[in-house]
T-cell receptor, first 112, second 114 residues
């Protein structure tokens, strides 16, 4: 079955540690996106990528980093520079500039 | 920059109709999407408009006016399971090198009462 997979579903980290969230898709989509969602809020764009080896900052990129070495994978690193990292993180992919975006099930990150 | 506005919350009765408005300001507009999101879950796609007019899909319809920067999602024959957040999203290409970005509004929480 084709789809987009995020792992893990729940993640706990100590303050000051970097953590990497995984996002893999086998839909052959060119575009991939990372969003952050806080309780009762909408989705805020962190980074997006249209093709391999290229990515763009979204609206809240500070304290985050990404890579796009393979078409299928778009991992997000939450660095210690992110002041308030506890949130629900969603990854999505789409066929470039056409069609809807499909979402993974999300990773709920808690930093203690 | 981009600005996408939608009401925070709406309440409606089971069996009724609810209309959720979305206004946006963007450069390089390339499509508008509506998603449904239940609490704690990922958003699921409902509808897509890129040209002006109405798109109908069962109980859900979506309208777009590009000149006015305006869209609405219409939910008919409301059911209790329609209680969820509804997210308006705009695809745009602010400049060619950046490609298409997909930006969401804050979401509208719809509560359906018996």
């Amino acid at each position: 079955d084709g789809g987009i997979t995020q792992s893990p579903k729940y993640l706990f980290r100590k303050e000051g540690q970097n953590v990497t969230l995984s996002c893999e898709q086998n839909l052959n989509h060119d575009a991939m996106y990372w969003y952050r969602q806080d309780p009762g809020q909408g989705l805020r764009l962190i980074y997006y990528s249209q093709i391999v080896n290229d990515f763009q900052k979204g609206d809240i990129a500070e304290g985050y980093s990404v890579s796009r070495e393979k078409k299928e994978s778009f991992p997000l690193t939450v660095t210690s520079a992110q002041k308030n990292p506890t949130a629900f993180y969603l990854c999505a992919s789409s066929i470039g500039g056409q069609g809807e975006a499909f979402f993974g099930q999300g990773t709920r990150l808690t930093v203690v | 920059g981009q600005n996408i506005d939608q009401p925070t919350e709406m309440t409606a009765t089971e069996g009724a109709i609810v209309q959720i408005n979305c206004t946006y300001q963007t450069s390089g507009f390339n499509g508008l999407f509506w998603y449904q999101q239940h609490a704690g879950e990922a958003p699921t796609f409902l509808s897509y408009n890129v040209l002006d007019g109405l798109e109908e899909k069962g109980r859900f319809s979506s309208f777009l006016s590009r000149s006015k920067g305006y869209s609405y999602l219409l939910l008919k024959e409301l059911q209790m399971k329609d209680s969820a957040s509804y997210l308006c999203a705009v695809r745009s290409a602010p400049y060619k090198a950046a490609g298409n970005k997909l930006t969401f509004g804050g979401g509208t929480r719809v509560l359906v009462k018996p």
